[in-house]
């Protein structure tokens, strides 16, 4: 029986896990050490009721009151606040799967790798705001460290043999396009939050949906692989693929393409992730090419979606820029759904604070932490100002 950490169970990576690891069932069981959440603390207390871990953690404090008593009865210890976030990650399981949204997983997959923890790893944005400290930690033997998502799955999957790796030309990186392709200026400007939430093949979370109606998220994901698979980023390439079949592919030296197709359908990586480095059988929905029909690739729109291209000039930069881009935006994100910018302002808040930044070494978490709080001010200050317009 292999142990395991979740972090961020509430949501909705989380709950597909635990859906999961109960279809695993006892061909591969899990005992789970450790649950935590943000603020949804009846979900939390519905899952420790059937999972019993030694311990829950919600990082929002006010949260834990109304179960804490109950939980306590089961016997589990109740953690309160990015602390208690962290005493999950470092309770040494086998495996801990970091679901956390945005900048707030960095630490907890430090403390993971740290504490001896494999680490699948949801929250890109670790090797996005701090890859150098990531992979220094896997480079002094900690992890390893296996992604969850669906294109980063895909990229190791056909990376698995030893030959594909060396030889390695370039990634193509898939994006589904979210629900605005094709739209342009005023239509883009009119979104609203409810249609960006709409997206037309994944059900995810309100922030990794936005991004990815942006394009945002996808250059996340370039900026992850880069630090992954120790990549440049111009062996990046992203391609549109409205119908998110083709999770990924990778193109090697002799002109071969290999490829990892299969339904868009989560649960599928996360199982990969859980399991890693074997498969076994598992009952979620099978890819039909027949039924499924022709799959379409289309080059992205830069100039609708600038995101894309901001993450690329990030990334070239290096050092910060990464994560004052990162947190740029998870503030622009947060003020779109609010409803105080407009949706094409998300851009225009996230090039104005990386315009602004002046790089510093990544090669601390203080340092990382500067940066992420500086660009968070400052793109909170272009929203109250009205900059964006």
Not at 105 to 110: C, D, P, R
Not at 270 to 288: F, H, K, M, N
Request: charged residues 20%; hydrophobic residues 45%.
């Amino acid at each position: 029986m292999r142990t395991l950490t979740l972090l961020g169970s509430t949501g909705s990576i989380g709950r597909q896990t635990l859906e999961v690891v109960d279809a695993l069932g006892e061909r591969l069981p899990f005992r789970v050490l450790a649950l935590t959440a943000g603020s949804n603390a009846d979900l939390l207390l519905k899952q420790a009721r059937k999972h019993r871990p030694l311990m829950v953690a919600l990082a929002e404090p006010s949260a834990a009151a109304p179960v804490a008593s109950e939980l306590c009865s089961l016997g589990v210890d109740v953690k309160t606040g990015p602390e208690g976030v962290l005493a999950a990650a470092r309770l040494g399981a086998d495996l801990v799967l970091n679901a956390i949204v945005g900048f707030a997983g960095l630490e907890a997959t430090l403390a993971a790798l740290a504490a001896g923890s494999t680490v699948a790893l949801a929250n890109k944005e670790s090797l996005v705001a701090g890859g150098e400290l990531v992979v220094r930690s896997l480079d002094a033997g900690k992890g390893p460290l296996v992604p969850v998502d669906s294109e980063p799955s895909a990229i190791l999957q056909c990376l698995r043999d030893a030959a594909a790796r060396s030889g390695l030309a370039r990634v193509i990186l898939t994006a589904s396009g979210g629900p605005f392709r094709g739209l342009h200026g005023e239509a883009l400007r009119r979104v609203t939050p409810a249609q960006a939430l709409a997206h037309p093949t994944w059900r995810m979370g309100s922030k990794i949906t936005v991004d990815s109606a942006t394009l945002m998220n996808k250059g996340l994901e370039l900026i992850e692989l880069v630090w992954l698979f120790r990549l440049r980023p111009e062996q990046v390439r992203v391609v549109i693929h409205p119908e998110s079949v083709v999770h990924s592919m990778v193109e090697l030296v002799d002109g071969s393409v290999l490829a990892q197709l299969g339904v868009p359908d989560m649960r599928i990586p996360i199982q990969y992730a859980l399991t890693y480095p074997e498969r076994l059988p598992s009952p979620w929905p099978r890819y039909d090419p027949v039924a499924r029909g022709p799959l379409t690739f289309f080059e992205p729109d830069l100039e609708s979606f600038p995101c894309l291209r901001l993450a690329c000039e990030a990334v070239r930069i290096g050092n910060t820029a990464p994560a004052a881009l990162n947190a740029a935006n998870e503030v622009a994100v947060e003020a779109f759904l609010k409803e105080q910018i407009p949706f094409t302002a998300i851009a225009g808040l996230v090039e104005e604070t990386l315009r602004r930044h002046e790089p510093e070494s990544a090669s601390s978490l203080e340092a990382v932490r500067r940066a992420d709080r500086w660009a968070r001010q400052t793109a909170r200050r272009l929203v109250e100002r009205g900059t964006w317009r």
